[in-house]
């Protein structure tokens, strides 16, 4: 995977490529701080699996270690060994454990990892009992009703029956997963929690972590010695239909091509989906499905042009969208105007809303395909969204 490069917003470099999403490491620090501030004495850890969450880890994990992280997840070994080249002193955890034959790498590269099954905790452990010299100490997974990873209550009784299968294997942490943590009225909530805590009660102390974004905002209970926040730090709605207190990290930029007058009923874009009646204007953005701008968005997405929020209408294309832009000045619509796909008055979770997803998938879409552009931490002010 190439780096995110250059930090450069050079008018001309941005015409070349069509959506523009502008990360702001400020705000993405004062994300940060906020989460380790209301948790504290628990430590806050940073999750930067999946490049950061599209947002590009070598820029975004050093941001976070400046703004005082010291502890972080990963999903994968590979993950792990990159995060480690821009982490040197951190502390990583990886949360799909080791397959056979990887114990190796974990050890070479000091990434901690999650023991997710008895198979991992057998290969871990045989390479803890090798000739391999101090390794490093292992959180362990108990699943509390994701079933996804983790030992289920079974597994748990058995390893509680048989110690010697942990023997030479430091525990550091025992964590857990919630499944419905972003309704905060679920009692699925609730009851995790309290079979996480007499499942890690079986097993002996060790410090224990549930918490993803929205865990957080369940209460202390659920704090415990560790947080693992991800789509939060990155600017996402931990608390869903309450007000976002988090700061605004991502804005997506298009570029007016065209700008055209409509004055007789005609149709918009490809399967003529749309129908507009003239007289109106409609403004073709240089953003399509190859930008990561989902095609979801035919038909229900929305910009932001000048403050005022237009919708998206007919079909995405590859690398063109169509706003009808009817109730906006027009010189605000002329060709090389940028329009605002994330930002202005059309927040990450609403856009991603719009395309019937989440801001975790809008993200880790958008990051991959459109050029990242980079805020350091002295350019800008966190902007509360
Ligand atoms: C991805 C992940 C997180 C972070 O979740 P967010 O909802 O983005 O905060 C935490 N824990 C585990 C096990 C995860 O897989």
Request: net charge neutral; aromatic share 6%; hydrophobic share 40%.
């Amino acid at each position: 995977m190439s780096p995110a490069e250059p930090p450069s917003s050079n008018g001309a470099e941005v015409a070349a490529r069509g959506g523009i999403l502008t990360i702001d490491l400020a705000a993405l620090s004062a994300n940060f701080r906020l989460l380790k501030d209301r948790v504290s004495p628990a430590i806050c850890a940073a999750v930067i699996k999946a490049d950061a969450y599209g947002l590009g880890v070598e820029r975004v994990a050093p941001a976070l270690r400046r703004a005082g992280c010291d502890t972080f997840f990963v999903a994968t070994l590979d993950e792990g060994i990159t995060a480690r080249r821009l982490l040197p002193g951190a502390r990583i955890l990886v949360f799909h454990g080791p397959m056979q034959g990887e114990p190796e790498a974990f050890h070479r590269h000091r990434l901690i990892p999650v023991l997710n099954d008895p198979a991992q905790i057998e290969t871990w452990r045989g390479f803890c009992n090798s000739d391999a010299g101090e390794t490093p100490p292992a959180a362990l997974h108990l699943d509390s009703g994701m079933n996804r990873l983790g030992l289920s209550h079974d597994q748990v009784e058995r390893l509680a029956a048989h110690p010697d299968r942990l023997s030479g294997i430091e525990i550091g942490y025992v964590m857990s997963h919630l499944a419905c943590s972003e309704e905060a009225d679920n009692p699925m909530n609730a009851v995790q929690l309290q079979r996480f805590n007499d499942l890690r009660g079986m097993r002996g102390p060790a410090k224990a972590s549930i918490a993803n974004s929205s865990g957080i905002f369940l209460g202390p209970a659920y704090h415990l010695d560790l947080i693992r926040p991800g789509i939060a730090l990155y600017g996402g709605n931990p608390t869903p239909g309450r007000p976002n207190p988090m700061a605004q990290v991502v804005r997506l930029q298009g570029k007016i091509v065209q700008c055209r007058r409509v004055d007789t009923d005609m149709t918009v874009g490809y399967g003529a989906t749309h129908k507009i009646s003239g007289p109106g204007r409609l403004a073709t953005v240089a953003v399509g499905y190859a930008d990561g701008y989902l095609r979801a968005f035919s038909n229900t997405g929305f910009a932001s042009v000048g403050g005022i929020t237009v919708p998206i209408v007919g079909r995405i294309s590859m690398d063109l969208l169509t706003l009808d832009v009817s109730n906006v000045a027009p010189e605000l619509t002329r060709p090389g105007c940028l329009v605002d796909l994330i930002g202005g008055s059309v927040s990450l979770d609403a856009a991603a809303a719009a395309a019937g997803t989440i801001s975790y998938e809008l993200l880790t879409s958008l990051g991959v395909k459109s050029r990242r552009v980079y805020l350091s931490e002295s350019f800008s002010k966190a902007v509360p969204q």
